[in-house]
């Protein structure tokens, strides 16, 4: 058995507020929103494993050996139109900090040890021809992206391609407030 696992810190409040209330807003408009379920997260890697317990006690390590700290937005961006799903995804950039970028290279270099292919099969199925970079982080990591070019970030929505511009405009209105 394989289990698809995302390991992620909950963003500051301003931003995870925003995020329910721009959710809201783009079901209403939009009808389909992937993210309307989803609790709002930074993610700091994604891959799968064949149980919780090959994963835990590296997790409970990583956890008590940080303090908490602070994180900031960069403010609303998008990732690029994506044709196999006819959608743009609306994110809240969070800056790069040292702490950040400690935790999730550490993730990375333990964790990719005790993965499995499942992942890497599955985005091979989605996009078979990605680019030379990305494939040598596929192998790698079990992801397009590895920690050395990773983009955090907190999702707000996947969004229509009919509805992005309306929908970054009201994304960026919330975040003015």
């Known amino acids: 058995m394989e289990l698809s696992v995302l390991i992620g810190i909950t963003p500051p409040k301003s931003i995870y507020d925003n995020i329910i209330r721009l959710n809201q807003e783009i079901s209403k408009l939009t009808k389909e929103n992937p993210f309307r379920e989803s609790e709002p997260h930074i993610t700091l890697i994604v891959n ?9 006690s590296e997790l409970d390590k990583l956890a008590k050996k ?6 900031s937005s960069e403010g609303i961006h998008s990732f690029g139109y994506d044709p ?3 959608f743009y995804t609306l994110v809240y950039r969070i800056k790069d900090s040292e702490e950040l970028s400690a935790i999730q290279k550490e993730l990375f270099s333990v964790l990719c040890l005790k993965r499995t292919k499942g992942q890497e099969r599955w985005l091979l199925k989605i996009n078979s021809k990605p680019s030379r970079k990305q494939f040598k982080n596929l192998k790698k990591y079990g992801y397009f992206f590895g920690p050395d070019d990773w983009i ?7 969004v229509p391609k009919e509805y992005f511009d309306e929908l970054e405009k009201l994304a960026k209105k919330f975040d003015s407030k």
């Open 152 to 158: 955090f970030h907190s999702a707000i929505s996947s």
């Open 48 to 56: 799968t494993f064949s149980s919780l317990q090959d994963i835990e």
């Open 84 to 86: 196999s799903t006819n």
């Open 66 to 71: 940080y303090k908490p700290f602070i994180l």
